[in-house]
């Protein structure tokens, strides 16, 4: 195992769990694997009624948290608080650490020691465990409160390690956000302290039809993103560089998220499902007009050429 100065920092895992018994033992045993040490696993159970229980306790050395349901970033925060790591890393129950990630993580915090923190990218497997097709890993060559305000590394909490001091001292996730948690948290840290991406795959991300991200929808989802970025704007407004990142992230999430959002609307309309179209369609009509006509008349134009 390759050494790190004279000694090496402790690294925290904390794995939020809800109802995780399909994979939760996946993630404990890519923790383990790992070849680094010291580290502390410690699992937050967020009011599960499956085995979780019984999986962690069937790990010795893996520390076990109940608590009734009170969501993901309730249970994140009460994992930051229980752990005595320099380092820590959010690890979703359904995910993997690759094997090498931690002391890759930690030697770069070795050479840039002032960061909040440390990241990479993911590597898509599917229910299975078996590795998705294979696309394009970004490479970029500079990480700051730019690059998060333009959008260019909205990643998963899983791909990054945090300096646990740095994490307490923003107060970790805002506990009332249900989406766009990870974004906000990146946003506060990259403003106040220096990030690093070393460009290398920290997470094997899973997909499934359970996710997390699937359950609160792209709608919700765009319009908690745009909220985030308008929180910015006392601390861009005297810095033209900044604003016009915060402008070129906003159409970057209104041209991504933008149409999977008209997509919901007509799922709903199609549903009768009149209150929720309704919600969505203010919404678009108030923050994204030219994407809602746009594609909501390619889409129904599509529609009408098939009948």
């Known amino acids: 195992m390759p050494k790190i100065n004279s000694f090496q920092p402790l690294v925290s895992i904390i794995i939020a769990c809800y109802n995780g018994e399909r994979f939760l033992a996946e993630a404990i045993d890519s923790v383990i694997e790992q070849n680094y040490e010291p580290i502390e696993i410690i699992v937050i159970d967020d009011g599960s009624s499956d085995r979780s229980r019984e999986i962690v306790q069937s790990y010795p050395n893996v520390q076990y948290y109940y608590q009734e349901n009170k969501g993901v970033c309730y249970s994140r925060n009460k994992g930051m608080n229980e752990c005595h790591g320099d380092y820590l890393i959010f690890l979703d129950q359904d995910d993997r650490l690759p094997v090498g ?15 909040a923190f440390i990241f990479g990218w993911t590597k898509e497997i599917d229910k ?21 305000l333009k959008g260019d590394a909205l990643i998963p909490p899983g791909t990054v390690t945090f300096c646990t001091d740095k994490l307490k001292s923003v107060g970790g996730f805002n506990q ?65 560089d900044l604003y016009r990142a915060y402008k070129e992230g906003k159409r970057h999430w209104i041209c991504l998220l933008g149409p999977r959002a008209v997509g919901e609307l007509i799922m709903h309309i199609k549903n009768k499902e009149v209150y929720k179209a309704t919600a969505i369609f203010l919404f678009l009509i108030m923050r994204c007009p030219d994407i809602l006509l746009s594609t909501f008349f390619s889409k129904l134009m599509n529609r009408l050429s098939f009948n």
């Not at 394009?136 to 998060?148: F, G, R, S, V």
């Not at 990030?195 to 039809?209: A, D, F, G, K, Q």
């Open 128 to 148: 299975n465990g078996n590795f998705r097709v294979s696309y394009n890993i970004p490479n970029l060559e500079k990480a700051d409160y730019i690059t998060m």
């Open 176 to 240: 009332i956000l249900k989406t766009s948690e990870d974004f906000d948290l990146y946003l506060r840290l990259s403003r106040k302290f220096s990030i690093h991406c070393h460009n290398r795959i920290t997470l094997e991300y899973r997909r499934h039809e359970d996710n997390w991200s699937n359950r609160y929808g792209e709608a919700r989802s765009l319009r908690n993103i745009l909220n985030r970025l308008d929180e910015q704007r006392d601390y861009i407004k005297d810095n033209i």
């Open 101 to 115: 990630r931690i002391i890759e993580d930690i030697l770069c915090f070795q050479q840039f020691p002032d960061c």
